[in-house]
């Protein structure tokens, strides 16, 4: 069975703070997306990473891929109450499988 | 634009009653539908996919059922509820394009009492 970790699954900060969200598996993806989920709604694509070691920004939002292409990281700088949402890895191979998910919270 | 409508949002039934989500698509041809589970706050699980009518997949034996009567709608059903069915049900649908994102419904909450 394909599992992907995150890590943290719960994260409490305050406003201004930097964090970073780990997703990590013993498989090797073809590419692996981020979503970010708000209460009531389904998940929203943030990104896509395709190539092992790529990196891609989304304003203060940066995701990483790993070399191996096994794992990821999304770290968030100056958070802001706005981020607050759950956020889903997805790796694929022959199928899409999503990760265990954070729970972030942004306090102002 | 494409857009994906699935109802209800919330939805009360007593264990047994029989069960149906509606999932359509907007604005795009021959899309690969499915139908996910969510635990509360967590990651999601896939129930089925479909890449064309008729065509249904399940990934997961358990007490529902879905179908693709039409190219761009997709139901998940049951005819008799367990208590564990309960969860946040997900429609979704991506193009045939390889690395296709996921376009997610908002959501049907289900509550088996």
């Known amino acids: 069975t394909q599992l992907l970790e995150q890590s943290p699954q719960f994260l409490s900060i305050q406003e201004g703070e930097n964090l970073t969200v780990y997703c990590n598996s013993s498989s090797v993806f073809s590419s692996l997306q981020w979503y970010r989920q708000e209460p009531g709604e389904g998940p929203v694509l943030l990104v896509t990473?395709?190539?092992?070691?790529e990196v891609k920004k989304l304003k203060r939002l940066t995701f990483q891929f790993g070399d191996a292409r096994k794992d990821s990281s999304l770290h968030i700088t100056a958070a802001q109450p706005g981020d607050t949402g759950l956020y889903l890895c997805?790796?694929?191979?022959?199928?899409?499988?999503f990760g265990t998910g954070t729970r972030l919270q942004v306090f102002p | 634009s494409q857009t994906i409508h699935q109802w209800p949002a919330t939805l009360v039934q007593p264990v047994g009653s029989p069960l149906s989500l509606e999932c359509t698509v907007e604005?795009?041809?021959?899309?690969?539908l499915y139908w996910y589970r969510q635990a509360a706050g967590r990651g999601l699980q896939l129930l089925f996919y479909?890449?064309?009518?008729?065509?249904i997949s399940s990934e997961v034996p358990q007490n529902l059922s879905a179908s693709r009567p039409q190219d761009r709608q997709f139901i998940l059903s049951s005819k008799k509820l367990l208590l564990s069915d309960s969860g946040f049900y997900l429609c979704a649908w991506t193009d045939n394009d390889y690395n296709s994102p996921l376009h997610f419904g908002n959501g049907t909450r289900l509550t088996v009492t």
């Open positions: 997805a790796g694929e191979t022959d199928k899409l499988i």
């Open positions: 479909s890449v064309g009518i008729g065509q």
């Open positions: 604005g795009t041809s021959n899309p690969n």
């Open positions: 990473v395709v190539t092992g070691g």
